[in-house]
Nanobody
């Protein structure tokens, strides 16, 4: 079983920055991909950024050039640096771990409980 706990959220003004952290516990493997998703009020949860075990990153177009995802396998953690924040970034941010299963094309997702990010004008 895997548990994910996010922290670092808060309220900032537009143009500000935050650093989100996600601490994982349980059976964590270096091959597990990790990422961040977010859900704004009245909207569906969307992908923000992912990072593979090899360090390959992927970002949503809306955050490219502003956010940076990193991971520390020794600490079983993943981080998200949010720069140049705008009110459109306001959402609950969720940590994710995707475990690829032996069956090709199958995976299992673990989720944290989320941390609130609020950006004001």
């Amino acid at each position: 079983q895997v548990q994910l706990v996010e922290s670092g959220g808060g309220s900032v003004q537009a143009g500000g920055s935050l650093r989100l952290s996600c601490a994982a516990s349980g059976s964590i493997f270096s091959i597990d991909a990790m990422g961040w998703y977010r859900q704004a009020p009245g909207k569906q949860r969307e992908l923000v950024a992912t990072i593979t075990s090899g360090g390959t990153t992927n970002y949503a177009d809306s955050v490219k050039g502003r956010f940076a995802i990193t991971r520390d396998n020794a600490k079983k953690s993943v981080y998200l640096r949010l720069n140049s924040l705008t009110p459109e970034d306001t959402a609950v941010y969720y940590c994710n771990l995707t475990r690829r299963l032996a069956t090709p094309g199958r995976a299992y997702d673990y989720w944290g409980q989320g941390t609130q990010v609020t950006v004001s004008s």
